[in-house]
T-cell receptor, first 113, second 116 residues
Framework: NAGVTQTPKFQVLKTGQSMTLQCAQD?????MSWYRQDPGMGLRLIHY???????DQGEVPNGYNVSRSTTEDFPLRLLSAAPSQTSVYFC????????????FGPGTRLTVT | AQSVAQPEDQVNVAEGNPLTVKCTYS??????LFWYVQYPNRGLQFLLK??????LVKGSYGFEAEFNKSQTSFHLKKPSALVSDSALYFC??????????????FGQGTTLQVKP
């Protein structure tokens, strides 16, 4: 199994540009989540999904959209990038929810200039 | 509201010595508690978790953690540190019975530096 994969690994955007961060898992997990990691702040939940067609907001959802059309894929869209969105983004999946072990992807380092 | 605190930004220990990385938490009700490790330029990896039962939980790579309900703590320990244990460690908490609204809350992380 490849586990959780994320693309791209690195991205530089200009303010106002949009882009999609890709995330896929091959473990047939129900739950998928997006986190951002900023120095001294740990990981903060952006959006999550409890299954195909169902998404919900996390702690810091503003400026981001998600959709879940298949069990495997959970893309994160930045609508109009801002410097405050400079961060490392991690996708995670788990078997049944937040009470279970989370499997993390390798991350995407995003810089917005 | 749930919260997690890791009071030390960095812990330094000599190889072969015991290590402790501290974590305290606040939840309504009983907690699920987790430790994750992040090596440089990698995603987080699960180390261990506490749900119920024995207060001493054993996990991967020789790590263990002790749940202390009265002190609301879940400190990570290892009897003998290795240089390869040097990494960023995260504690996380979730409340029992919180359904879909009970998210996983992460601490800010503690950098462990093990010197030869």
């Amino acid at each position: 199994n490849a586990g959780v994969t994320q693309t791209p690994k690195f991205q530089v955007l200009k303010t106002g540009q949009s882009m999609t961060l890709q995330c896929a898992q091959d473990m047939n997990h129900e739950y998928m989540s997006w986190y951002r990691q900023d120095p001294g702040m740990g990981l903060r939940l952006i959006h999550y999904s409890v299954g195909a067609g169902i998404t919900d907001q996390g702690e810091v959802p503003n400026g981001y959209n998600v959709s879940r059309s298949t069990t495997e894929d959970f893309p994160l869209r930045l609508l109009s990038a801002a410097p405050s969105q400079t961060s490392v983004y991690f996708c995670a999946s788990s078997y049944r929810g937040f009470s279970y072990e989370q499997y993390f992807g390798p991350g995407t380092r995003l810089t917005v200039t | 509201a749930q919260s997690v605190a890791q009071p030390e930004d960095q812990v330094n220990v000599a190889e072969g010595n015991p290590l402790t990385v501290k974590c305290t938490y606040s939840v309504s009700g009983n907690p699920y508690l987790f430790w994750y490790v992040q090596y440089p330029n990698r995603g987080l990896q699960f180390l261990l978790k506490y749900i119920t039962g024995d207060n001493l939980v054993k996990g991967s790579y020789g790590f263990e953690a002790e749940f202390n309900k009265s002190q609301t703590s879940f400190h990570l320990k290892k009897p003998s540190a290795l240089v390869s244990d040097s990494a960023l460690y995260f504690c996380a908490v979730r409340a029992h019975g919180s359904g879909n609204t009970g998210k996983l809350i992460f601490g800010q992380g503690t950098t462990l530096q093990v010197k030869p």
